[in-house]
């Protein structure tokens, strides 16, 4: 007996068993045990050097004045993807690449993050999408200040971008947002372009609510129905760019 239950631990927690595992469990876009040195640790760390939990959407936030402007100028912002990076590698946060681009290192960063793709296209002064801000609506609390009727609510800036476009009317960006500050949230915004310290009042961009605990938590991402994630490899996340994501054309009509 004593024997059997030694082979049976034995083969349950090979390397070819945790394989086996990971590869029923994770697309085989991210499946390297080389970052871990094994299987069994990219079991352990739910293979987070590899990969993170994303989700597609569709948040659009189009320009206050499109109807109603003599010059017929158009322009449109949406949040196109999210998703949580448990293990983001360390990120400067200033403009790295004459595209705008945030320079990217290999060491990890200290906090979880948040990261939103936002996509826009408008005309030729297009504003900048990596000033994008989240507002964060928090329970009201002693010493927070008020956003009018709004609730208590924060402003958190993106710490790093990165464009996989960016020119004359056009532009996608990968935007990383720490995670910290969005803990607790009773609901979460964004504003294309920032929202220049007026919070859930907006600019000439509105400030447009995506995620809401209490209106409905079975539905946290607002026009996709029930959230439904998975893990994207890097790459892919990083590469992903218009052609892709789901078309500004749809919210144009």
């Known amino acids: ?9 034995a083969a349950a927690t090979s390397e070819a068993a945790s394989e086996a595992l990971a590869r029923g469990a994770y697309p ?18 739910g293979n987070a050097r590899n990969g993170f939990w994303a989700t597609d959407v569709l948040v659009p936030c189009p320009w206050r004045h499109n109807r109603r402007n003599p010059s ?3 322009y449109m912002a949406a949040l196109t993807q999210i998703g949580l990076d448990t293990r983001p ?9 004459a595209d705008g681009s945030a320079a990217e290192g290999s060491a990890e960063a200290e906090g979880e993050e948040v990261v939103a793709v936002i996509e826009a296209c408008g005309e030729e ?10 507002v964060v609506f928090e329970p009201p609390g002693p010493g927070s200040g008020p956003g009018q009727g709004h609730g208590v609510w924060t402003r958190v800036s993106a710490v790093a971008h990165t464009y996989s476009l960016r020119r004359t009317g056009r532009q996608c960006a990968e935007l990383r947002f720490p995670l910290r500050p969005l803990e607790g949230a009773v609901a979460v915004a964004f504003c294309y372009n920032g929202d220049w310290g007026r919070g859930p009042l907006g600019t000439d961009y ?18 996709a129905g029930p959230l439904r994630a998975a893990i994207c490899a890097r790459a892919r996340f990083r590469a992903r760019g218009p052609a892709e994501a789901p078309a500004l054309r749809q919210v144009r009509a």
Do not use: I, N
């Open 1 to 9: 007996r004593h024997l059997t239950c030694a082979a049976l631990r």
């Open 28 to 45: 085989p876009a991210t499946l390297d045990a080389t970052p871990y040195g094994g299987w069994r640790a990219l079991l352990a760390d």
């Open 72 to 74: 017929h100028m158009f």
């Open 89 to 97: 590698p360390r990120s400067s946060a200033g403009v790295g690449g």
């Open 125 to 134: 002064d297009l504003r900048a999408a990596h000033t994008t801000t989240l």
């Open 206 to 223: 509105p400030t447009v609510p995506f995620y809401s605990l209490q209106a409905r938590p079975d539905v946290p991402l607002s026009g």
